[in-house]
């Protein structure tokens, strides 16, 4: 039971840093590059992706031994789908701001590949505890990820964090920083961070074992 | 028989593969995950659609307020194929077009939606017009699905919106280049956010374009019936 509980927790943190989808695994560039330019959008954006994976990972880790495997795939998508409409209209309902500033990108959830990846490398395969660590897990280094990147560049870009100036009007905004080029500058640089952390790390613990 | 190499990559007590399910049990797997999606999404919807309406109305009523100034209510206005006109519909179609009255019941202005393609999909706005300026004075976006950051500052940069705070209509609504606007009739283009922002000029002339003409017409019939006085603007 202990031991149990010590995995579902290493699963957990895994999503964190050890295989961040974004920084490590680099998946889900689409929605990780294009609504990224202000911090709220990727907070909202992040929420939103954390709902459909959490629900599809506990859908498709309990029907894990009804899902025949040459469907599977078609399932998970149809899983997905289902739940990427569901917080479309959630959204739109509760919402509408919010709904309102992420525009289309809220449907494209649906091709964003973590979220099938997940289904497929891990709830496909464990118990519903530990697909829910994972979702979880992934989610939130997501969610990281994006808000990482979404400071920088709302910062740079817009001179502003979470829509409140924090530059006086002396600030020229680098508006590159929002336009795409800005999203790859600065997935650019936190990968470049992230990787020569991991590095310095790898080779600390070889110095020490 | 299993050959020396098959042998090696087999791990020993591996489980023997289940048999391959039949095509009864497929079409069953996704016969169920379609019959339960739906279900999920027909909830769903049904659940959601009264709240997202109500929000809608509430935009459109908020969005009415902010683009005719003073404005206390407001009607929405009957297209019989000819003439504008007030009223219940009797069959005739709905115009997108809202007359908007202040403290005194005198007429304001007139509210248009309309709509056009933009950069991701449709963006539907609604704006003032005064036909007696013969100007837009205000505009409000209602729906739009443009990029974050970019696309969307249509509705959130105040500089962009002060375009349409007096806009003339004659010759044409025209979209400039940032810092090019020399005349009433021209909309100042957002940096970085062209399609978009041409995309709202082009939606403010098709209304005008397909409106204009009526709401004048209404506005002389108003006139003619005396019920408009206070209709020029002091």
């Known amino acids: 039971m202990g031991k149990d509980q010590h995995t579902d927790w290493d699963v957990l943190i895994k999503g964190l840093w050890r295989e961040n989808p974004v920084f490590v695994a680099v998946l889900g560039m689409c929605p990780t590059l294009a609504v990224t330019n202000t911090a ?28 025949a495997k040459q469907v599977r795939i078609t399932t998970y998508i149809v899983i997905i789908a289902t739940f990427v409409s569901l917080v479309d209209m959630l959204l739109a309902a509760l919402v509408p701001d919010i709904h309102k500033e992420l525009g289309a990108f809220i449907a494209l959830i649906v091709v964003n590949c973590l979220i099938l990846g997940r289904q497929e490398a891990f709830a496909a395969k464990n ?16 969610a990281i990820a994006l808000l990482m990147i979404g400071v920088v560049r709302e910062i740079l870009g817009n001179g502003s964090l979470f829509d409140i100036p ?21 997935l650019g640089f936190l990968l470049l961070l992230f990787n020569a952390v991991a590095l310095r790390r790898t080779k600390a613990n ?4 | ?91 005739e179609d709905i115009a997108p077009v809202y007359i908007g009255f202040g403290k005194e019941g005198q007429v304001l202005g007139f509210a248009i939606t309309s709509e056009e393609p933009g950069f991701q999909d449709i963006i539907k706005a609604i704006y003032g017009y005064d036909p ?13 699905k443009e990029t974050p950051g970019l696309g969307d500052k249509i509705f959130k940069d105040a500089r962009f919106k002060t375009n349409f705070e007096a806009l003339a209509v004659l010759p044409e609504i025209v979209s400039v280049k940032f810092g090019e606007k020399a005349n009433p009739h021209e909309v100042e283009a957002i940096t970085g956010a062209t399609i978009s922002s ?26 003619g019936e005396g019920t408009s006085g206070s209709h020029e603007k002091s």
């Not at chain 2, 990559?9 to 739906?38: C, V």
Request: hydrophobic residues 50%.
């Open chain 1, 166 to 186: 924090i530059f006086g009007t002396s600030f020229e905004p680098w508006i590159i920083m929002i336009l795409p080029p800005g999203g790859f500058f600065t």
């Open chain 2, 198 to 223: 041409k995309a709202v000029t082009r939606l403010l002339q098709k209304g005008m374009t397909e409106w204009r003409e009526p709401i004048r017409s209404f506005v002389l019939t108003l006139k």
């Open chain 2, 132 to 144: 007696a300026l013969d100007q837009i004075i205000g505009m409000e976006i209602l729906e739009s």
């Open chain 2, 1 to 91: 028989m299993m050959t020396e190499d098959q042998r090696s990559i087999t791990p020993p007590g591996t489980p023997e593969m289940p048999p391959e399910p039949g095509p009864a049990r497929l079409i069953l797997t996704l016969g169920l995950a379609g019959f339960f999606s739906g279900l999920l999404l027909v909830s769903g919807f049904v659940l959601t659609r009264p709240v997202i309406e109500r929000n809608k109305a509430e935009a459109l009523k908020a969005a009415v307020y902010q683009v005719l100034e003073g404005c206390v209510t407001f009607e929405q206005l009957i297209w019989d194929g000819q003439v504008l006109r007030q009223g219940a519909s009797e069959g």
């Open chain 1, 206 to 209: 070889a110095v020490t074992s």
């Open chain 1, 127 to 142: 118990k519903v505890g530990a697909a829910l660590m994972d979702a979880i897990g992934m989610g939130l280094g997501f």
């Open chain 1, 40 to 67: 709220i959008n990727s907070l909202a954006m992040a929420a939103a992706t954390f709902f459909v994976l959490f629900f599809s990972s506990l859908l498709v880790s309990l029907l894990r031994k009804v899902i």
